[in-house]
């Protein structure tokens, strides 16, 4: 199993200048890797729109090829980096062909604001009260917490003036699976408000509102200062620590959240995000990734699987429409906050109803024995097959 710990650290001035050198050195290789396996992918795309083949088959570069590249050609800069940081950034520009291949975006050349970090994939850092890292030095490091495990890599991240290192360690202890006793289906909310299928409900803590509000404020200066000024550039650093407070603050709510939710809960079901994104409009799915859904289930299934429990992940698809007492659809938009059942009666607060029918769409077994084993697929297909959903279904837009 994988875990990451983050820490903050705390290089002095001259280290501070080596760690900047570091990533503007990665940030360069980065682009300049990158405009190598542009160019070709662009030569290999006119070649085949002309269906000719001049030049023979077309043939990949790929990160092996760069990487004798790097190590014959190295320039000064380069070699002031540890040389499996240097590796690391050529597999990065790997995986952004491989992300492309599989329907993400077109890779991008990287800003200085956007690269803003790099990693030792295997060797060259040694935690010895102090985090000593090759080419760098012995970096003040505070370990707010114990780390288990095998460190497999080390990060070192920049956030504007801060420092951090990320481990990503990998635990073999043996988990054992616990007797499923106590479950929850968990309706996550537009408003950042989490609702249970208990009908009780968690909304973030005020001051990330209050972040918020401040973030609005500062992009609005920031939208005030004339183009290219001094000003202007100071005030981007403002909201971009006001963004970091933020993030801060989302993932301390997320990890606490998530703590609570395993340490109460054996079995916990969520609504599939990456479903619910496809079905929703793109606005009501950009409020739900800034919200950090994603970030809180992610963290529960980490936390739940470290501690033998299970995260289920099902279908949202009529989970607001349908009543959780009779089965029936009852369709409504998202400003109808309750729902009310006109053929049992049911009348309840919308978010419950649809966090019930979350929990209803697992693969419960609650009440027996035997421990909850899950398909690698999300197993809604049955689950709805068997749900008693009128036929013909509901023509109404699918909202959950
Ligand atoms: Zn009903």
């Known amino acids: 199993m994988k875990k990451t710990y983050q820490f903050r650290i705390y290089p002095n001035k001259k280290q501070e200048a080596k760690l900047n050198r570091t990533l503007s050195t990665c940030r360069h290789l980065y682009n300049d890797s990158l405009a190598e396996r542009r160019r070709q992918a662009e030569l290999n795309r006119i070649r085949r729109e002309f269906d ?27 070699k002031e980096a540890f040389s499996q940081v240097l590796q690391d950034v050529i597999k990065r520009v790997e995986r952004s062909f491989k992300n492309f291949f599989n329907g993400f975006g077109y890779p991008r050349f990287q ?46 991240k920049k956030d504007i003036d801060q420092w951090y290192v990320s481990f990503s360690v990998e635990i073999d202890t043996p988990i054992i ?5 106590t479950e929850t289906g968990i309706d996550v909310g537009l408003k950042s408000l989490l609702t249970m299928s208990n009908g009780e409900q968690i909304e973030p803590p005020e001051f990330l509102r209050e972040s918020q509000d401040k973030l609005k404020q500062e992009q609005k200066r920031l939208s005030r200062k004339k183009l290219r000024s001094q000003n202007r550039n100071n005030q981007r650093i403002i909201v971009a620590r006001v963004h970091r407070t933020i993030r801060n603050q989302r993932k301390d709510f997320a990890h606490k959240t998530s703590r609570k939710l395993v340490d109460t809960y054996d079995h916990i079901v969520f609504e599939d995000l ?27 299934k980490t936390k739940a699987e470290c501690a033998g429990k299970v995260v289920e992940l099902v279908n949202p698809k009529y989970t ?46 609650v009440g027996t024995t035997g421990i909850l084993s899950l398909p690698k697929q999300p197993q809604w297909r049955s689950n709805e097959a068997g749900s008693s959903r009128p036929l013909g279904g509901s023509s109404s837009p699918l909202l959950s």
């Open 52 to 78: 000719v083949f001049p030049w023979g088959y077309p043939k990949w570069i790929n990160k092996y090829d760069q990487m004798l590249d790097l190590t014959a050609t190295k320039t000064s800069y380069q």
């Open 111 to 156: 800003g200085r604001e956007r690269y803003n970090s790099f990693t030792y994939p295997q060797k060259g850092f040694e935690l010895d009260g102090k985090l000593n890292l090759s080419k760098i030095g012995h970096v003040k490091i505070i370990l707010h917490r114990e780390i288990e495990g095998k460190i497999k890599t080390c990060t070192i």
């Open 177 to 181: 699976p616990v007797e499923i006793k």
């Open 274 to 300: 990456q479903i619910k994104n496809m079905v929703q409009n793109h606005h009501l799915a950009k409020s739900i990734s800034d919200a950090g859904w994603s970030q809180l289930i992610g963290f529960t």
């Open 320 to 365: 607001s429409q349908n009543c959780s007492g009779c089965g029936n659809s009852v369709p409504k938009d998202l400003s109808v906050r309750v729902h009310s059942c006109p053929f049992c009666g049911l009348v309840l607060d919308r978010d419950h109803n649809a966090a019930i029918n979350i929990l209803k769409r697992s693969s419960s077994t």
